[in-house]
């Protein structure tokens, strides 16, 4: 059964970066397509970006530019580079398994917050 960690998350000013990183046990992911979510408080989880396992990869209008996704088979993560952040990027950050086996499994998050 796959368990997926995220890591990463932390404090930064508007404009900074960060990458997060999601990754994998307990089997190989390379098969599968991957999801980035997030959550702010009071708000519903929306989806990121993702990647599917050929690497095409597909992003919400309001990261579009400024976040990519990319995967490291050789080290079973998936990673979500993070630039130009905005306060509004403040959420608790997710990574699921969107397509083929263990399809649903989620990690516990890693909290990104970005100040004014």
């Known amino acids: 059964q796959v368990q997926l960690v995220e890591s990463g998350g932390g404090l930064v000013q508007a404009g900074g970066s960060l990458r997060l990183s999601c990754a994998a046990s307990g089997r190989s992911i390379s098969s599968n397509g991957i999801g980035w979510y997030r959550q702010a408080p009071g708000k519903q989880r929306e989806s990121v970006a993702s990647?599917?396992?050929?690497?095409?990869?597909n992003y919400a209008g309001s990261v579009k530019g400024r976040f990519t996704i990319s995967r490291e088979n050789a080290k079973n993560t998936v990673y979500l580079h993070m630039s130009s952040l905005k306060p509004e990027d403040t959420a608790v950050y997710s990574c699921?398994?969107?397509?083929?086996?263990?399809?649903?499994?989620w990690g516990q998050g890693t909290q990104v917050t970005v100040s004014s």
């Open positions: 990647i599917t396992s050929d690497g095409f990869t």
């Open positions: 699921t398994i969107i397509r083929g086996p263990g399809f649903g499994s």
